[in-house]
């Protein structure tokens, strides 16, 4: 059974509300594309860990249970940072320091949680 907030939902926003979660889920996959491929062209090393790397070793094991996530988590040596933001920010990422973590924006309206 549908719960009445969501049916609700769909009823008043009709097929949009699907458009807006394909679009949301479209924008995390170029992400962690844009990452990817600037750190591979930088020949930085990394590795694709959180969400997006669960997602990954789930599908391996049933697609039907991959589950988004809206952040793209890196794991980067510290002597490689320095290359890394270079080339993050030609990507048109933006460097951040949140709770003594670097992060790295998408653009100047970039979240966090992106």
């Given at each position: 059974m549908i719960p009445e907030s969501l049916e609700q939902l769909a009823r008043e926003q009709g097929p949009y509300v699907f458009d807006r979660m394909f679009s949301a889920v479209e924008k995390v996959r170029q992400r962690l594309n844009r990452t990817c491929d600037a750190l591979e062209q930088a020949n930085v090393p990394y590795a694709v860990i959180g969400g997006h790397a669960v997602a990954a070793w789930v599908a391996t094991i049933d697609d039907g249970a991959v589950r988004n996530t809206r952040d793209v988590d890196i794991l980067l040596r510290d002597a490689d940072l320095d290359r890394?933001?270079?080339?993050?920010?030609?990507?048109?990422?933006?460097?951040?320091?949140?709770?003594?973590?670097?992060?790295?924006?998408?653009?100047?309206?970039?979240?966090?949680?992106?």
């Open positions: 890394a933001t270079c080339a993050l920010t030609k990507a048109g990422f933006l460097r951040d320091k949140v709770m003594d973590a670097i992060v790295f924006l998408d653009g100047p309206s970039g979240k966090p949680s992106q």
